[in-house]
C-alpha cells in the first residue's frame, strides 16, 4: 500500500515562529503537493513540486517555502507564522505518468496563537 | 483558470437510498478526474480514477462517470449507509504532463441517515 505521512497530527505554533511540515511517501512518486483546507474554500494548491528539486508555485505560495532535496520527502516552509495560516495541511504525492492516481496524507491541523 | 464545482454542497438522505453526487469542470482537458472520500478531520481517500478517455468506473456500490465534453462528472452510490457519511471530493488533473496539478471542488458533505 502507499503510504504518505506527515510528521505531526495536531501542532501550536507561536505568530511569527518558523514552522516546518514534512511529508514523507515511501513509493518513489516524482510529483508532491502541498494543500492547504479551510471551511468554504476548500482545497488550494500552496506549492507543488514535479521532481526532486524542482519546485512550482500554486494558487496562494505567500509566506510559505518549500524543500524537496529528496524525492520520497517534501517539506513546507512558514517562514514567520501567523495567525491567518491556521488551518489543515495536507500533502500529496503521485508518479508523474498521468494515468496515475494521487494519494494524501493523513493531514495536519495548524494553530498559530 | 479551471474551476470545478460541486453540487449540492450538503445532502442527507435516509438509509438505502440511491444517491448522485455532482461535479463540474470548465475546461475541458484534463487528463484525469478522481473522487476521494474525506471523514472529519482526516485525510482524503481515493474512491475512484476516471482517465480522460474512459466513461465510467466502477468500485463496489460506487459508480463514477465522466462526460469531458460537457464538463461533467457524476458519483453514484448505491443502497447508502450510515459508513458512507463523510465529504464527497472530485478533482481534476489539470496542466502539462509533467507538471499537472489537482484541482477541486469544495466538497458534497453526505450524511446517511439509519
Known amino acids: ?113 | 483558470k479551471q474551476e470545478v464545482t460541486q453540487i449540492p454542497a450538503a445532502l442527507s438522505v435516509p438509509e438505502g437510498e440511491n444517491l448522485v453526487l455532482n461535479c463540474s469542470f470548465t475546461d475541458s482537458a484534463i487528463y484525469n478526474l478522481q473522487w476521494f472520500r474525506q471523514d472529519p478531520g482526516k485525510g482524503l481517500t481515493s474512491l475512484l480514477l476516471i482517465q480522460s478517455s474512459q466513461r465510467e468506473q466502477t468500485s463496489g456500490r460506487l459508480n463514477a462517470s465522466l462526460d469531458k465534453s460537457s464538463g461533467r462528472s457524476t458519483l453514484y452510490i448505491a443502497a447508502s449507509q450510515p459508513g458512507d457519511s463523510a465529504t464527497y471530493l472530485c478533482a481534476v488533473l489539470h496542466g502539462s504532463s509533467n507538471t499537472g496539478k489537482l484541482i477541486f471542488g469544495q466538497g458534497t458533505t453526505l450524511q446517511v441517515k439509519p
Not at chain 1, 500500500?1 to 511569527?16: A, F, M
Not at chain 1, 513509493?27 to 524542482?54: A, T
Not at chain 1, 508555485?57 to 517562514?79: A, N, Q, W
Not at chain 1, 507564522?81 to 493531514?107: I, P
Open chain 1, 1 to 113: 500500500d502507499v503510504k504518505v505521512t506527515q510528521s505531526s497530527r495536531y501542532l501550536v505554533k507561536r505568530t511569527g515562529e518558523k514552522v516546518f511540515l514534512e511529508c514523507v511517501q515511501d513509493m518513489d512518486h516524482e510529483n508532491m503537493f502541498w494543500y492547504r483546507q479551510d471551511p468554504g474554500l476548500g482545497l488550494r494548491l500552496i506549492y507543488f513540486s514535479y521532481d526532486v528539486k524542482m519546485k512550482e508555485k500554486g494558487d496562494i505560495p505567500e509566506g510559505y517555502s518549500v524543500s524537496r532535496e529528496k524525492k520520497e520527502r517534501f517539506s513546507l516552509i512558514l517562514e514567520s507564522a501567523s495567525t491567518n495560516q491556521t488551518s489543515m495541511y495536507l500533502c500529496a504525492s503521485k508518479w508523474s505518468r498521468v494515468w496515475t492516481e494521487a494519494f494524501f496524507g493523513q493531514g495536519t491541523r495548524l494553530t498559530v496563537v
